[in-house]
């Protein structure tokens, strides 16, 4: 069942960053700006290689991070 | 021929460095977190380009919140969803239909139908991942894949793992683990967890030997050389569990519960049956095309997993029980939404899940276990040469 349950649940709780109408908005702009990339062929990432420094006592974390894509 | 990439940083984030060789930025829309580049040159089919980022995120503490774990989540703890993505994300648009409406907004385009057609061959998208994640030095950072290397320097901890061919989908906790250890053959079990949360823990072992010796007998060979199961905070809210490659993580909240009170289910050989079973069904042995019906070849075949070790385990009284449960949940959701065939259902409609078990087991019913798991060893012996490159007009 966990598949199903990926993402948005931590934002419905705890995000208060934006309102819900603003949220729709962004998300209405970001159609209409972005959108006719979706018929834009795009490269596809191959390899991930990475450093995550996790600070569990500031609630942090930092990355650096290479794509490998073709 | 590409001569453009956009590069999508989420929003959470503040991104330090984003730059390569072989781009050209051309425009940066901080509102919207898009990188537009320029390619120095056109990239024709297999040239390879490096692209390098820096990225920190800083949660905002939540009020009168103490989590055990202080597992730097981010509350989805897929620390994946918070990595740069490539091309336009459909995930960001409006998906309610009324919404769009009210909006005044083109609808958006059905589900691929179970019978549309698939490129040959498909891009699967998989990456090779290698990641060394640190930590600090009272704590213990897990990931996915293969542990590779861990050693600590200057008062950090640090867990180098591998994963090769994985979806792009992976997640990190750390926290002060203890650790339980077992095998099953040569493959390694590994459970971390509270200290404090120890009573279930040579139950889901013993669950999880159960788990790999029915898939391994029945459907094929565990793919990594290690099952870890990692305790995460009840903060990380929204479920019970979920699986990565080699590593599933598993709600505090699991770990709680008394097992021997009443008649309740064994809700520990339920989820190691079925988040196990998703290393057969669901990561890198078998990604189907997300599509109508794609989730019968996910959840549908974790539960009829789960299910059979439930009937193992309890017999088959205790399964019929099991049963009952989806097929209310089943009954109940039809009189919402309607009756949807399994084959050509939505995959995020949680009918994969209690219709998948309900007609799971009227199949078993039908042509019994042995027939069954034949046919799913073949799906997936046919999948892994798929996902090779051999495709043959394979559709699942």
Known sequence: MILLASTGFYLSENYTKNSNEEELNWAQNYEANYGHFKTISQPTITDVETTIDLYPERNAYHVKEVYFVE | ??????????????????NSNDLILKNKDEKFGQYLFKTKKE???????????????????????????????????RISNYFPSIGYQLDHEISDEIERKKRAMAALPALDSVHAPIENPYNYQFINLNVLVSTSADQSAICVGELTDHYSINHRNYFHYRAENIPFRFAVSSAKYAIQKSN???????IFHDPKHHQNISHLIKSIQKTLAYCENNFGKYPYQTVRFAEISSFTRGFAATAYPATIYINEKQFHLNLTGGEGQDVINELAGHELSHQWWGNALLKPVYRQGSGVLTETLAQYTQLMLYKNEYGEAKMLEMV????????????????????SADPDNANVINKGLVKMYELYLLIGEAKINAALRALLEASVSVEAGDYAGFVG
Do not use: C, W
């Open chain 2, 43 to 77: 990239i024709m089919p297999n040239d390879s380009l490096e692209i390098n980022f820096e990225f920190e995120y800083q949660i905002t503490p939540i009020n009168g919140h103490q989590s055990f774990n202080a597992i730097v989540d981010n509350g989805s703890l």
């Open chain 2, 1 to 18: 021929m590409i001569s453009e990439i956009l590069i999508n940083s989420a929003l959470d984030v503040s991104m330090l460095t984003l």
């Open chain 2, 324 to 343: 009952e449960v989806y097929r209310e949940m089943y009954e109940s959701s039809k009189a919402f939404s309607g009756e949807e065939a399994l084959y």
């Open chain 2, 184 to 190: 099953y053959g040569d493959v390694s079990i590994e």
